[in-house]
């Protein structure tokens, strides 16, 4: 089989990271808010301006609350609607995933998430990898007609999940993508591409900033910088991956 392209993807948790990532030479962009608490859905206006002003392809993160992907009647209602707001401003694709109780696939909301796209692309987020059974998670995610999966192989990064991942690659058959995500650096891109077999890799390439603030009453956990995916980190990441 033709080995595919390697191809970067960059979660950002803003317009000026999204900016950077373009620059850097990211292939798509997944805009979130949040990024410290795995990333929530942006707002109105920051999907808005992200769209207007990057050229590469912008998936948005639906995920209404932290925690777990069992989610309410009205918790979906709100992601249908932030679904509905992304396909009017013009968005390339969502990132979903929703669990039922006993942790399997929520087949049926994904599905009316789906629809709700309106043919847009589809990413089946890191709820995969709190699911009870990778392989039938899989099957069901592959059912729904999902571009690819984003997941860490079931570990706290990617790194320690390669080895589920590269059965997941190999049970996928290229049916749909096996995106490996969580602790991707440049360092170990390419020993994960060669070890799992995906092509498409995630990452936030993300640095901390230290506060601009010189002044003022400085509260305890609300002194800190900003975080932002960094221009350079993108490129090491984008060499790594396709220099080998």
């Not at 390697?6 to 997944?30: F, K, P, T, V």
């Not at 002003?53 to 912008?58: C, D």
């Amino acid at each position: 089989m033709e080995r595919k392209a390697a191809l970067l993807e960059i979660a950002a948790n803003s317009l000026a990271s999204a900016l950077a990532a373009q620059e850097g030479g990211a292939s798509r962009i997944e805009l979130c808010a949040a990024l410290e608490v795995g990333g929530l859905t942006p707002s109105y206006a920051q999907i808005a301006l992200t769209r207007e002003r990057v050229r590469i392809p912008i998936y948005v993160l639906i995920r209404p609350r932290t925690g777990d992907f069992v989610y309410s009647d009205t918790e979906f209602e709100t992601m249908q609607r932030d679904i509905e707001t992304c396909a009017s401003l013009g968005c390339d694709g969502i990132v979903i995933g929703a669990l039922d109780e006993n942790g399997a696939v929520d087949v049926d909301r994904c599905r009316a998430l789906i629809t709700a796209a309106g043919g847009r692309g589809v990413t089946f987020h890191r709820a995969f990898d709190m699911s009870r059974d990778p392989e039938t998670a899989l099957e069901d995610i592959i059912a729904l007609r999902c571009e690819r999966v984003l997941t860490s192989g079931a570990q706290a990064d990617a790194p320690a999940g390669a080895a589920l991942i590269r059965k997941l690659v190999e049970q996928a058959a290229g049916r749909i993508s096996v995106m490996p995500g969580a602790g991707v650096s440049s360092e170990n891109i390419a020993p994960l591409r060669a070890l799992t077999g995906a092509w498409e890799f995630h990452a936030s390439a993300k640095r901390e900033l230290p506060s601009r603030m010189r002044g003022g009453n400085k509260l305890s956990g609300m002194t800190a910088g900003e975080t932002l995916s960094d221009v350079e980190q993108v490129r090491a990441l984008v060499a790594a991956l396709v220099g080998d």
